[in-house]
Every structure is written in structure tokens, then in C-alpha cells.
């Protein structure tokens, strides 16, 4: 695994941001948007002036009532235009711009998805029990699919077109790992990549708690529970489902 590094960011990029009270982090977070992206600030019903603020910011403000980090990612995956999209956290816990080589590796057919598996910064940035869960989770993908993936982090990029042909119905926690299990099944060829992961700002709505783990790996579970399904391939030569 490779730590990446930023380049010149390509056009016609959007990037997703699920968003749920989290003004506090969003002013770094949308500096740090590539120029020349949009970022696309899904509001999951926040009541701290998030939206107000993202607008103000300029970024393209999403609405999605139905609760759920899921139901926030497809909102916005289903609003997007551009032809490769990105997916980011909005917490100040990832940095956008990690997110240029992703694209460049898409853009240049070497993988359908790109994935970034998070290296804790500093105390405080991963909870143990969040980790333990994201293992347990690593390992059963592992059984179910066959990619030897570390990480099931929100940081990751792909062509707007295929993840549509995927027919992802998870609108809770489960949303990420759907994505991967059924691009898998698709013969996708998913790429992992170091990137940085910083401490949050604020507290976290999923994993935050052992409770909140526990539900987010209850979801996880029900989708690899899923019998295997066709779905659409992506555009482009690729297939494998390969890890590198």
C-alpha cells in the first residue's frame, strides 16, 4: 500500500458529502475541494445552520429528508452530473483533495473503484471499537467476495454511470459495503490506497459509540448476507475484482 499525493485535478468531478450538523467542520473541508470540482453537501436534516452554511461557501446544497448515511450517498450520487464522482466525509476527519490521483487512476482505466483505507493521525481519530468492527467487517468481505481489502472507509471514487448500474438499495449504514460487495460481484477492478485520517470534528453519529458500531456493523452484516446478483458491468475494459 502506498500513501497517495496530490496532482493537478482533472474537470468534471463531483464530490458527495454527506452532511449532518456538521458546520463546524465544513469551512475546512470545502477549501480543500480541487479546483475546478463541485462539491455536492448532502444536508441529512441538520439543525446547526449546515446548510445555510455550505451554500454560503458555494457549494450545491442537496436535500435529503429520510435519515440515514446511505439515504444522504445516493441522494447525492442521484443529483450528480459529472462523470466521475467522489465520496468524502464531511466531518474534517478526511481531506478532499486526496481524492485527485482516485480520479486520475479511473480516468485512466486502471480501476472502476478507488478506495482509501484510513491511517489514524494522531489520538483520538479512530475509536477502538470502531476499528475492531471495521476488521470483523475486512474479514468477512474477505469470505464473501474475496478481496483482500483493509479498510471500508468513505473516501472513494468511480464513474457516475457504473455506481447507478450497481441498483444500490442500502440507505443505512450499510451503503458503503453494498457498493463494494456488488461492484465485486460485477468483476470491478477495486483499488485500496493509504490516505490520512485525521480526528473528527465533533462527535461522530455512527461510530462514535459502541452502540452506534454495533448497529453500523448489524447493516453490514445484512448485506453480506445478500446472495450474489448480476450487475452492470462498468464502462471500459476492466474486470478482475482485483485488490492492489
Known sequence: MKTVTTSTAPPDVDVILPCLNEAEALPWVLERIPPGWRALVVDNGSTDGSAELARALGATVVREQRRGFGAACHAGLTAATAGTVCFCDCDASLDPALLVPFVHEVRDGDADLVLGRRRPQGRGSWPAHARVGNLALARMLRRRTGLRLHDLG??????????????????????????????????????????????????????????????AVRDMRRVLAEAPRASAAPRGPLRGGTVR
Open 154 to 215: 468513505p473516501l472513494r471514487a468511480a464513474r457516475r454511470s457504473a455506481l447507478l448500474g450497481l441498483d444500490l438499495t442500502d440507505r443505512r449504514s450499510g451503503y458503503p459495503l453494498q457498493m463494494v460487495v456488488r461492484a465485486a460481484d460485477a468483476g470491478w477492478r477495486i483499488t485500496e490506497h493509504d490516505v490520512p485520517y485525521l480526528p473528527r470534528a465533533g462527535a461522530s453519529k455512527v461510530t462514535g459509540t459502541w452502540r452506534g458500531t454495533w448497529q
